[in-house]
């Protein structure tokens, strides 16, 4: 018999409650509410496939608890730009072709603009540090850094701090 809990989160910007199991993960929880576009990739928090933004900050959400969401602010791959108004990273990953297979990229995409929202032009070792864990093993790594490249350099309107 698995007891259940209400908590609530907003979620994409929406306020939204949900019924949750002590063991359920965040992951499951949002796959399970239609959210598809957090991935399930190792289960144990190693390749960034299921990346969220809570409260700001990136976090696997394999190894998150539904229940650890409760009064946070939760952002997917489905909150972040529009069809139409992609957001900065996002489009310059199309026009670079930094996205093959694009089971990484939501996870990417959410590390990357945590990272940014924090620091909006990091050096080489910050950006390392906030990417760190997040894999890809179609590009090999040099469009989606082009990509970045391209989407600091727009944002902050000068020169990346950081060069390839």
């Not at 199991?21 to 929880?29: G, Q």
């Not at 009064?71 to 199309?94: C, L």
């Not at 990091?122 to 990417?131: A, D, F, M, N, R």
Request: net charge negative; with cysteine; charged share 25%.
């Amino acid at each position: 018999m698995s007891i259940e809990k209400t908590i609530r989160l907003t979620l994409n910007g929406e306020a939204r409650e949900f019924d949750v199991t002590a063991a359920e993960s965040l992951l499951d929880l949002l796959r399970r509410s239609g959210l598809t576009g957090t991935k399930r990739g190792c289960e144990d928090g190693a390749c960034g496939s299921c990346t969220v933004i809570m409260d700001g900050l990136a976090v696997n959400s394999c190894i998150t608890f539904a229940f650890q969401a409760h009064d946070r602010e939760v952002w997917t791959i489905e909150g972040i730009g529009e069809y139409g108004n992609p957001h900065p990273f996002q489009k310059a990953m199309v026009e670079r072709a930094g996205v093959q297979c694009g089971f990484c990229i939501p996870g990417i995409v959410l590390a990357v603009k945590a990272m940014l929202d924090e620091i909006p032009n990091p050096s080489g070792g910050e950006i390392l540090e906030h990417l760190d864990g997040n894999y890809c093993r179609c590009t090999g790594y040099e469009k989606i850094e082009d990509a970045l490249h391209e989407t600091i350099a727009e944002t902050v309107g000068e020169e990346p701090l950081w060069t390839r």
